[in-house]
């Protein structure tokens, strides 16, 4: 399965981890999100997209970047995030989750893990989720990639638990 993995990561690092991980398991092309060829995205079989979370969203390069991407009917898509808060990522993954399916990408998967966190009053308090993702996040990345690649050789994606 052809595949690509566009991230944004900008302060600690932290999505680029993840990316790194789940690029490792799909043996998939890693690419920054302001480094992609938007006309070739249509040549792959599955896209990843994914960074940390900003005031509730994904990062503005990837939300521009998921308006940009021509839509294929049924393409396969997955999102995945950093966030100080991964337990909301049904609302941290909205936005671009409406603007994929809205073109009718196939979203097939999302994962969240946390990641340090000192954006506005966290400074305060020296941030949240030090040395986060860790070796466990990783490995959770991994296996989550796993699972994606199973359930998509069974060709049977279960239907998406967040909301719309």
Request: hydrophobic share 40%; with cysteine; net charge positive.
């Amino acid at each position: 399965m052809k595949s690509i993995i566009i991230f944004q990561s900008v302060h600690k690092g932290n999505t680029k981890k993840i990316a790194e991980a789940i690029a490792g398991e799909l043996e998939a092309k890693l690419v920054k999100s302001d480094e992609v060829e938007v006309k070739d995205l249509t040549n792959y079989d599955l896209i990843g997209l994914g960074s940390g979370i900003y005031f509730g969203k994904h990062h503005q390069a990837i939300l521009d970047l998921a308006g940009k991407i021509p839509a294929v009917p049924g393409q396969k898509v997955f999102l995945f995030s950093t966030a100080g808060l991964p337990q909301l990522k049904a609302v941290w993954h909205r936005a671009l989750r409406n603007i994929l399916k809205k073109k009718g990408f196939k979203i097939v998967g999302e994962f969240s893990c946390k990641g340090y966190d000192e954006v506005s009053f966290l400074k305060i308090i020296g941030g949240i989720n030090k040395a986060r993702p860790n070796k466990n996040d990783i490995a959770k990345a991994k296996q989550f990639t796993r699972y994606l690649l199973t359930v998509l050789a069974a060709n049977h994606i279960p239907p998406p638990s967040s909301p719309k």
